[in-house]
């Protein structure tokens, strides 16, 4: 499935959405619930300021008792003592909201950073368990900017934009009722203006998810380049690169600005545009108010928390459309997250699979087929057999599906036609930890992690003991390597093992291959040309790792077909000719004979 072309389609789904957040909030519900529980004082504290002032208003500044009663009795207050009061009330209430603003503010990141851990730990396994062709369609950029940017822009902001949601909204009751209680009418213009405001926000959802997938789809292709810039910093030194990899993000850069402008251009007129309208409640609540007071249907006191209270208003207004808009995204990168939990790697096990332990007859290609894409098959119609103990030399063309065909053995693919049988069971049967236990490979290009040079042989198998990481490490001629080196088997290793040569990578992934004591080995030879000592030291190793072990070998040298017991020519995705280097030879015109002429002679008569 190609990432960037992903559309987000379940983002607006809302329940969809719940069901599948809901795994993640649960297991923090305890301090979620807490967290909103905090975040409503915060949110009320502004209705009660308004409150206070219609008492101070009416019976401080108005100078007069205030009467009430309260479940039966009759209670009177004096205004002196209101006027001391209410001050020290208004500093206690701004106290005490600031002390749930800080619970809250630690709840909120808690619970949120526990989430989007969650999500991410999960976003993680998702993708460590994708199938080679995901890596193959999906540029490196594309899959670190969904792994870093969504499950942030979705959880971390989940918890506090529902939070701001609740507290706005409670605010904004809170006031309202204040409102209400200080006159209804007035309560219903106000309310009414404020309900037209809210309408613009329901329109710019579809332009926030385009914005979105389309802000995805270029901050992957930013860090793409990031990541080739640093991959391929010597060529671009050599070919003096610079200027165009400049070029080419630069656009990245723009094109990136066009679109966030686009965004602010479709909703920045939002925020002012409630701002006009709730100027005209306002407008209108005076003019209503002013004949009120007039008429003696209210108190200046009510007027005055009124006012106070429509103007406290705008703040959690506000704060709701923005939250509302925000949250838009929030929800389509939940989409985006979810839709890629659904993607289910293309080869995985089948119901009960069975268990490969060892290898004891054969394998075999039956009319074994093959395509990466519908536009080319690249393997047509394979058939052979390998016996136990085997060693099998791939040549051929450049290109022409050697190492595509080591690569079905493991099933990094599957065959699309015919199919590859151990003993006599078909690949797709086994369980696929099983199968690549019994596989050790050694790549064209090998691969280290960053990390000491013990871990990297280790992964080979991580339960292996300290005298069978000498052995490999001996087998491999990896112990005159080491002796050089100050920390010996543990040095650490830079980024993909750049800190070693060419020919000492290939040995420490021969190490890794030894360790694991796999009864199949694979072995895709570099085609790098290493200078005759070092070859023959790999070589060497080589020997060693592929003792009594079925092999299949992707022979670029003269010496690894020389050791071979038969050779399989494949030729542009046909298995052309299968038989011993004499058998072959023997053909007339033979394709193998050909190629023994021009290309491994040469390297004998080098040696
Ligand atoms: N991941 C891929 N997706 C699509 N096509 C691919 C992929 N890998 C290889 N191919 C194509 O499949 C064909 C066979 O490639 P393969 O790597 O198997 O050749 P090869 O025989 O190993 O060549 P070489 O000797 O140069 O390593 C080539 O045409 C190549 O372009
Ligand atoms: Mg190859």
């Not at 062709?133 to 792994?147: C, L, P, Q, T």
């Not at 057999?385 to 060693?391: D, L, R």
């Not at 790999?538 to 670029?556: E, G, P, R, S, Y």
Request: net charge neutral.
């Amino acid at each position: 499935m190609k990432l960037s072309k992903t559309k987000a389609n379940n983002s607006f789904r809302y329940s969809w959405l719940l069901q599948r957040v809901y795994p993640y909030i649960k297991p923090v519900m305890g301090r979620v619930i807490l967290g909103f529980l905090v975040a409503l004082p915060v949110g009320l504290l502004d209705g009660i300021v308004a409150f206070s002032l219609k008492p101070y208003m009416d019976f401080v500044i108005g100078n007069k008792p205030w009467e009430f009663s309260l479940f039966g009795h009759a209670y009177s207050i004096q205004p002196d003592f209101l006027a001391f009061v209410i001050p020290f009330a208004v500093v206690g209430f701004a106290m005490t909201q600031g002390f749930f603003k800080y619970l809250n503010s630690y709840l909120t990141n808690w619970t949120s950073q526990k989430i989007t851990n969650a999500v991410k730990r999960d976003l993680f396994s998702t993708f460590v368990y994708m199938d080679t062709a995901f890596y193959d369609e999906n540029a490196s950029g594309i899959i670190i900017s969904r792994y870093l940017n969504d499950p942030d822009t979705a959880s971390k902001n989940l918890v506090d934009k529902c939070k701001n949601i609740v507290t706005s909204f409670v605010g904004a009751l809170g006031l309202i009722f204040v409102m209400l209680y200080s006159s209804w009418q007035l309560a219903i213009v106000g309310v009414a203006v404020l309900c037209v405001a809210f309408v613009p926000v329901a329109l710019i959802r579809k332009v926030v998810k385009r914005t979105s997938n389309q802000t995805m789809v270029v901050n992957g292709d930013m860090t793409t380049n990031f990541n080739e810039t640093y991959a391929g910093n010597k060529v671009i030194s050599a070919y003096c690169l610079q200027k165009d990899r400049i070029k080419v993000f630069n656009s990245q850069v723009h094109r990136s600005f066009d679109i966030a402008m686009s965004l602010v251009k479709r909703s920045a007129w939002m925020s002012p545009l409630m701002y006009s309208i709730a100027s005209v409640g306002i407008a209108i609540v005076l003019a209503v108010g002013t004949q009120l007071i007039r008429s003696g249907t209210m108190t200046s006191g009510d007027f005055a928390s009124f006012v106070t209270s429509l103007l406290l208003l705008y703040k959690p207004m506000k704060t709701l459309g923005g939250t509302l808009t925000s949250i838009q995204n929030i929800f389509v990168a939940l989409g985006r997250v979810f839709e890629l939990f659904d993607i289910k790697p293309s080869i995985h096990d089948r119901e009960n699979p069975a268990i490969l332990d060892g290898l004891n007859d054969s394998i075999k290609f039956n009319n074994v087929s093959f395509a990466y894409n519908e536009e080319k098959t690249v393997l047509h119609n394979i058939s052979m057999e390998i016996a136990k103990g085997e060693t099998i030399a791939l040549v051929g063309n450049s290109g022409g599906g050697k190492s595509t065909l080591v690569n079905l053995i493991p099933r990094f693919y599957d065959v699309n036609e015919g199919s590859i049988t151990i003993d006599g069971v078909d690949i797709r049967d086994i369980s696929l930890n099983s199968l690549r236990k019994n596989i050790a490979m050694v790549f064209q290009d090998n691969f280290l992690f960053t990390g000491t040079i013990r871990e990297n042989i280790m992964m080979g198998d991580p339960n292996a003991s300290e005298e069978e990481l000498e052995q490999a490490v001996k087998s491999a001629h990896l112990e005159e390597m080491l002796a050089e080196m100050p920390d010996g088997l543990d040095t650490i290793l830079g980024e993909r093992g750049t800190t070693l040569s060419g020919g000492q990578r290939q040995r420490v992934a021969i190490a890794r291959a030894m360790i694991r004591k796999s009864p199949i080995v694979i072995l895709d030879e570099a085609t790098s040309a290493l200078d005759n000592k070092s070859e023959a030291i790999v070589q060497k190793a080589l020997d060693n790792l592929i003792q009594n072990k079925t092999v299949f070998v992707i022979a670029h040298r003269l010496s690894t077909i020389q050791n071979a017991h038969r050779i399989a020519v494949i030729n542009e995705g046909q298995l052309v000719e299968l038989g011993t280097h004499d058998e072959l030879m023997n053909i007339e015109h033979g394709q193998y004979r050909m190629l023994y002429e021009m290309q491994f002679k040469k390297q004998g008569a080098l040696v």
